[in-house]
């Protein structure tokens, strides 16, 4: 008979990681159109921690339990699912709960493993992948020839979309970072160039695109970062802005945006509809996949902690210490293993 409990990590009030805890509850059941996946390990990424904060509370109907990484084992199969079966190894973007032994997950956001990946390694795939092609492929409608951007180019969003940029699309990419070994990380994964951004990056920039500029900018910071992004820009160029970690708020020459035919957006990914992350999903799997299964894309991971020690894996995010991605075994041993 399946368990009627499980173990989980909740938040118990806003604040550092000693808010993180190991809580019994309910385990959750499949509703129409989706499944639950026994997780044998999950990626931790900058919205837990800010969702551990108080800042980023989850959308209405999602689970309140951190967790948008999740890879495991098809458990349980809810009304109106085709093509996945109780046994099927899969990786999924949840819309939260991925801190658990069991997940409820829309189908439409499951994704089968890129052969050769171990779980561990695939937990540490999804929301960082949807992230990078909503924002970089759809939002910032990156073109081939083209020249992008990437602040924070070590992030989890930051390498994703170098390798998306380079490897699907042959553009040049120019990265930032705030340590001279994380522009060589950068630089590791197909950067072009990569700058410090502690200096005087907006003329590096310049001085190495002969002073043309860009065409997209990546970008989570906002605040004062965002005209000089703008003033970054080549005609018709894009900014897609994925955070404001400087600023929500701040003051842009709309006359540059008119003149120059210029597009401010951005995004939150956590709150769209399945319908929209499965056909991210969808385009993942046919265009990332192949080059995640030959090694021309591959995922970093920092570090993989055993999920009870998940205040130690935030706390490494809060320090900012990560280059790459930090990883929850739920099941350290099966999430280690390939599945056939
Ligand atoms: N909108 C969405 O749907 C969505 C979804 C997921 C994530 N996000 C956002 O995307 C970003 C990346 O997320 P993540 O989890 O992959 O990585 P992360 O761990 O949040 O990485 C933060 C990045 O910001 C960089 N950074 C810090 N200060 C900077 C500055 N002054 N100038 C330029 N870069 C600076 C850091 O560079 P150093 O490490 O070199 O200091 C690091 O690469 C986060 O801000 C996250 O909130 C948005």
């Given at each position: 008979m399946t368990a009627r409990t499980m173990r989980a990590i909740g938040i118990e009030r806003p604040g550092g990681p000693e808010v993180l805890h190991m809580v019994e509850m309910p385990r959750p059941r499949a509703g129409a159109?989706?499944?639950v996946v026994r997780v044998l390990a999950a990626g931790v990424n900058r919205p837990d921690i800010r969702q551990r904060l108080g800042l980023y509370p989850p959308p209405p109907g999602a689970s309140p339990l951190?967790?948008?990484?999740?890879?495991?084992?098809v458990d349980e199969v809810g009304p109106g699912v085709d093509g996945l079966r109780p046994g099927d190894a899969v990786c999924a973007l949840a819309n939260g709960g991925g801190y658990a032994q069991f997940c409820a997950v829309p189908a439409l956001q499951c994704m089968p493993l890129p052969r050769g990946l171990t779980f561990a390694q695939a937990a540490s795939l999804p929301e960082v992948f949807f992230t990078a092609w909503n924002n970089i492929v759809w939002l910032g409608r990156?073109?081939?020839?083209?020249t992008l951007l990437i602040q924070g180019g070590t992030s989890g969003v930051g390498l994703a979309g170098t390798q998306i940029a380079r490897r699907l699309f042959d553009v040049t990419v120019i990265a930032t970072a705030g340590a001279q070994e994380k522009c060589q990380v950068c630089l590791d994964f197909?950067?072009?160039h990569a700058i410090d951004y502690r200096?005087?990056?907006e003329a590096?920039?310049?001085r190495v695109t002969g002073g043309e500029g860009v065409d997209v900018v990546l970008d989570a910071q906002g605040g004062d970062y965002t005209q000089k992004h703008l003033d970054l820009l080549r005609f018709d160029g894009r900014v897609v802005l994925l955070g404001s970690h400087r600023s929500a708020t701040t003051e842009v020459s709309t006359r540059a945006i008119?003149?120059?035919r210029l597009t401010l957006t951005g995004s939150t990914l956590r709150p769209r509809p399945p319908a929209y992350k499965g056909a991210i999903a969808a385009e993942l799997v046919k265009h990332v996949w192949p080059l995640l299964e030959d090694g021309r894309i591959v995922t970093r991971i920092h570090a993989a902690f055993p999920w009870e020690e998940v205040r130690a894996a935030h706390g490494l995010l809060d320090r900012n210490e990560q280059v790459g991605k930090v990883v929850l075994l739920v099941e350290p041993a099966l999430a280690a293993t390939v599945p056939a």
């Open positions: 159109g989706e499944v951190p967790g948008l990484d999740i890879a495991g084992i990156l073109a081939r020839g083209e197909g950067a072009q200096g005087d990056w590096e920039v310049r008119a003149h120059r």
